[in-house]
């Protein structure tokens, strides 16, 4: 079905409005107008502060200086910005020149276009003025005080228990997690680098995972990443649980395609292994072959010695149980001379929020070329988590894989 996104903006309970970077209504749902006491042609178009200008007779009235304030920061913080309590009058609609004291809850958050710019601010608010006009009646203080201190002491007790509960999941989640991801055992002659980096604001837990086998046809290893949707100790299960099931079938399988395959067939009836994406190359180091396939993954990248870069994208497939019925992958094989090295890596490195991917596989792509000349996998595994993971840290766990070819 598809859904009237005009309609329910218009529907929305609360006040919203949109506004341009330039400070300017685009648009004003029902409740908004409503509640600022004005028609649409008296907003939508108009700048913020002509359609609400400040109450030129109260100098205490900081409510427009203080709204733009937060705006302006948006704008250049890229960042949802909630605001305290806010006296902002407002001018009668009927009787011009008479001013109405009002008080509002803002909130105000930036909309990203594809390209990563600010297309649109948020402006969502809420009037508390008749909650405030409560409590200067006899006894609405007091009254409003004993409520607010019950449910201060429900959430108090509420948020205590998640906290224990969050400590527990977060121990056990650590240890199964520490269980299924070791460090790698040497594959053969082959020098390789793995690197795990957690998200912040989270249980340290998430479903990313890599894998290494030896392949018993040859000189062959098989090399694989993949993410689980979700955090926590249900994602890290469903993350082994995955991840042992592919290196099993990474050793019997015809190749990458058949072993993603079997992969999505148990997904299938894997409870919470929904939207999972894996990608996962066999490579032949006798005849110099890399042969991949990838459900809906971003892909390998292959850092070839005379200093370019191939995105490993010609055998792309929806995520595991995607579909209702399992069915053959595609795969697509490349070459590769000595001195070249491969990337598998899971979204964390490249992915940021309000950030299209391309730019951050073009970063990826660059921070590759900037480093190779270097050709220890250890060296180069740290010199690209360096450069694509900001200190402070990112919101989604990060895997790697570096092999030298």
Not at 13 to 35: E, H, I, M, S, Y
Not at 242 to 248: E, T, V
Not at 338 to 349: E, I, N, P, V, W
Request: aromatic letters at 6%; charged letters at 20%.
């Amino acid at each position: 079905m598809a859904i009237d996104y005009a309609a329910v903006f218009q529907a929305l309970p609360g006040a919203v409005a949109l506004l341009t970077p330039d400070l300017v209504f685009a648009d004003a749902n029902v409740a908004f107008l409503r509640q600022a006491g004005r028609s649409r042609d008296q907003v939508v178009g108009r700048y913020l502060f002509d359609a609400f200008p400040g109450n030129p007779e109260d100098v205490t009235a900081t409510g427009a200086r203080n709204l733009e304030a937060s705006l302006r920061a948006v704008l250049a913080n890229r960042e949802i910005h909630t605001m305290e309590l806010q006296r902002y009058d407002v001018e009668s609609a009927e009787r011009p020149g008479q001013w109405e004291e009002r008080y509002w809850s803002p909130v105000n958050a930036p909309v990203f276009a594809p390209d990563g710019h600010i297309a649109l601010v948020i402006h969502r608010v809420e009037e508390v003025t008749e909650l405030l006009r409560a409590t200067s009646r006899p006894g609405g203080s007091r009254q409003l005080e004993a409520e607010l201190f019950s449910r201060m002491r429900q959430l108090h007790e509420v948020n205590e228990r998640l906290r224990r509960a969050h400590a527990r999941e977060r121990e056990v989640a650590l240890a199964l997690q520490r269980a299924m991801l070791p460090v790698p055992a040497p594959i053969g002659h082959h020098r390789v680098a793995v690197r795990y980096r957690p998200a912040v604001g989270s249980l340290n837990v998430c479903g990313d995972w890599y894998d290494l086998v030896q392949l018993h046809d040859g000189d062959k290893i098989a090399v694989a990443v993949g993410d689980v949707v979700g955090h926590g100790l249900e994602a890290a299960g469903v993350m082994g649980q995955l991840r042992s099931a592919l290196s099993a079938t990474s050793r019997v399988a015809t190749g990458p395609a058949q072993a993603l395959e079997v992969l999505g067939r148990y997904a299938h009836s894997l409870t919470g292994a929904e939207s999972t994406t894996a990608v996962t190359a066999f490579i032949d180091f006798s005849r110099h072959l890399i042969t991949y396939s990838s459900a809906g993954h971003p892909p390998p990248v292959l850092l070839r010695g005379d200093g370019t870069v191939e995105l490993l994208d010609q055998a792309t497939d929806p995520p595991l149980d995607a579909a209702f019925e399992p069915s053959p992958r595609p795969e697509a094989t490349t070459a590769f001379t000595d001195g070249d090295t491969l990337l598998l890596y899971t979204d964390g490195l490249i992915e940021r929020r309000h950030q299209d991917i391309d730019i951050g596989l073009g970063q990826l792509a660059h921070a590759l070329v900037r480093h190779r000349e270097l050709t220890d996998p250890e060296a180069l595994a740290d010199a690209v988590i360096n450069d694509m993971i900001p200190t402070e840290g990112v919101t989604d766990d990060t895997a790697l894989v570096v092999v030298s070819l």
